[in-house]
Antibody
Framework: QVQLVESGGGVVQPGRSLRLSCAAS????????IHWVRQAPGKGLEWVAI????????YYADSVKGRFTISRDNSKNTLYLQMNSLRAEDTAVYYC??????????WGQGTTVTVSS | QSVLTQSPSVSGAPGQRVTISCTGS?????????VHWYQQLPRTAPKLLIN???NRPSGVPDRFSGSKSGTSASLAITGLQAEDEADYYC???????????FGTGTKVTVL
């Protein structure tokens, strides 16, 4: 079945880095753009970034621009989010989601990132 | 701060009809970008409920329907059921931000 599985979350100190992964299965990964979306504790959904199917185009929310980098390895059916200079306000559950004509039709279960000293 | 505004909460008795509004602007919904709706049950990932304003993905009950007009969109739930108690979010694209935007979210409570 179509599936996305995130990993890599954890507790990290402010200013440090963390890399999230999202493993895809059940569909032709290289044909679809993929998003990262996050949700802070008790808050709503916030779009973070999107990468095109071939990795040639990447777009970011202003809140993470210059600190986060989205990338993908289509040979491994895996999406990544490199997060640098982490701040307390980056604490959230991070989801990857498959794009379908600007909608997000398949979501992973999420991975939790906590930025705290 | 989200550019798509939703009422924080709505409630209804089982069997009733409730509607959730999503108000945007000329740079997102009003610019013609599609609106999508998601349901998030407690402690789970969001699920696509309505895509491209009015379309229900396979498996979504026809109790859920979407509409769009001008700078706003709406989600209606008819025949409200206990299992519909969840948070609901609208989502679109914003040309001014050059990015995707979510609504503030609406909590639906079944009385």
């Amino acid at each position: 079945q179509v599936q996305l599985v995130e990993s890599g979350g954890g507790v990290v100190q402010p200013g440090r880095s963390l890399r999230l992964s999202c493993a895809a299965s059940g569909f032709t990964f290289s044909s679809y753009a993929i998003h990262w979306v996050r949700q802070a504790p008790g808050k709503g959904l916030e779009w973070v970034a999107i990468i095109s199917h071939d990795g040639s185009n990447k777009y970011y929310a202003d809140s993470v621009k210059g600190r986060f980098t989205i990338s993908r390895d289509n040979s491994k059916n895996t999406l990544y989010l490199q997060m640098n200079s982490l701040r307390a306000e980056d604490t959230a559950v991070y989801y990857c989601a498959k794009d379908r004509d600007t909608a997000m039709d398949v979501w992973g279960q999420g991975t939790t990132v906590t930025v705290s000293s | 701060q989200s550019v798509l505004t939703q009422s924080p909460s709505v409630s209804g008795a089982p069997g009733q009809r409730v509607t959730i509004s999503c108000t945007g602007s000329s740079s997102n919904i009003g610019a013609g970008y599609d609106v999508h709706w998601y349901q998030q049950l407690p402690r789970t990932a969001p699920k696509l409920l309505i895509n491209a304003n009015i379309n229900r993905p396979s498996g979504v009950p026809d109790r859920f329907s979407g509409s769009k007009s001008g700078t706003s969109a709406s989600l209606a739930i008819t025949g409200l059921q206990a299992e519909d108690e969840a948070d609901y979010y609208c989502q679109s694209y914003d040309s001014s931000l050059s990015g995707y935007v979510f609504g503030t979210g609406t909590k639906v409570t079944v009385l």
